[in-house]
């Protein structure tokens, strides 16, 4: 499918017969029909990977001041406690303090939830085709996505300084941006006080500070698309939005 520019977009809890045209028998088969199609539906959202993905980038901009005065930006890496600290043995070029990341919980959002799928209709503009092209789905299902991060030093001055910036970022809230949605909101939700951890079987102890975060997002569900005569299809590749 070509480069396909929106023109208009139109989301609703139930598609009236009136706006697309058809008549509720039409309208009963291509719900029908797409809610058949998505749960058929093979493939994948990477919704966790790219939100994963986005808070690391997030969390690789934060720096500390050294004792030079020197502003030092923070290295972040994906993986629990028990792999940030095999990384910080094994691997001569860790230099702490360090944040790392990692996925706790995924859950979906009950105060969002469906009792019955809701069918959505969008209109696109197709410039290789020069026509509008119709595009149907179900809703997105509502998810929250929780993940630890933990910051890593040996001093309790250089943790509070990364820990500040982190709180700075959700004021109230922080926005990510995402290769599926630009608005998915992030929310602080809780921190534990620092805490030390023995490194092996040396006398070297970390400090740790655990932050949790919550994000709330949608997992897409499949598109098609409704041709002149009537037939429900599948839409391969994806669509770019111009504004």
Same mark, same amino acid.
């Given at each position: 499918?070509?480069?396909?520019?929106?023109?208009?977009?139109?989301?609703? !809890?139930?598609?009236?017969?009136?706006?697309?045209?058809?008549?509720?028998?039409?309208?009963?088969?291509?719900?029908?029909?797409?809610?058949?199609?998505?749960?058929?539906?093979?493939?994948?959202?990477?919704?966790?990977?790219?939100?994963?993905?986005?808070?690391?980038?997030?969390?690789?901009?934060?720096?500390?001041?050294?004792?030079?005065?020197?502003?030092?930006?923070?290295?972040?890496?994906?993986?629990?406690?028990?792999?940030?600290?095999?990384?910080?043995?094994? !691997?001569?070029?860790?230099?702490?303090?360090?944040?790392?990341?990692?996925?706790?919980?995924?859950?979906?959002?009950?105060?969002?939830?469906?009792?019955?799928?809701?069918?959505?209709?969008?209109?696109?503009?197709?410039?290789?085709?020069?026509?509008?092209?119709?595009?149907?789905?179900?809703?997105?299902?509502?998810?929250?996505?929780?993940?630890?991060?933990?910051?890593?030093? %040996?001093?309790?001055?250089?943790?509070?300084?990364?820990? !500040?910036?982190?709180?700075? %970022?959700?004021?109230?809230?922080?926005?990510?941006?995402?290769?599926?949605?630009?608005?998915?909101?992030?929310?602080?939700?809780?921190?534990?006080?620092?805490?030390?951890? %023995?490194?092996?079987?040396?006398?070297?102890?970390?400090?740790?500070?655990?932050?949790?975060?919550?994000?709330?997002?949608?997992?897409?569900?499949?598109?098609?698309?409704?041709?002149?005569?009537?037939?429900?299809?599948?839409?391969?590749?994806?669509?770019?939005?111009?504004?």
């Amino acid at each position: 499918m070509g480069t396909i520019e929106q023109t208009k977009l139109t989301s609703t !809890e139930t598609i009236s017969n009136k706006a697309i045209g058809e008549s509720a028998v039409d309208t009963t088969r291509i719900r029908d029909k797409v809610i058949s199609m998505s749960r058929a539906w093979k493939g994948v959202s990477n919704i966790h990977k790219q939100t994963l993905n986005s808070l690391i980038g997030v969390f690789s901009e934060l720096y500390f001041v050294d004792e030079d005065n020197k502003s030092v930006v923070v290295k972040c890496i994906y993986g629990g406690p028990e792999r940030a600290i095999s990384r910080i043995n094994s !691997e001569d070029n860790i230099i702490l303090p360090i944040v790392s990341v990692i996925s706790r919980s995924r859950q979906a959002s009950e105060d969002k939830r469906r009792y019955a799928p809701v069918l959505q209709h969008n209109t696109y503009w197709d410039h290789d085709k020069q026509r509008a092209i119709r595009i149907v789905s179900l809703a997105p299902r509502a998810i929250n996505l929780t993940f630890e991060i933990n910051i890593w030093g %040996k001093y309790v001055s250089d943790i509070n300084q990364i820990a !500040e910036q982190v709180r700075r %970022k959700f004021n109230p809230s922080m926005t990510l941006i995402t290769p599926l949605h630009n608005e998915t909101k992030a929310f602080l939700e809780s921190e534990e006080n620092e805490y030390q951890i %023995k490194l092996g079987d040396s006398d070297d102890r970390l400090m740790v500070k655990k932050i949790l975060t919550k994000i709330e997002t949608y997992v897409p569900s499949p598109m098609f698309f409704v041709t002149s005569t009537g037939k429900i299809e599948e839409v391969h590749g994806e669509i770019e939005i111009r504004k």
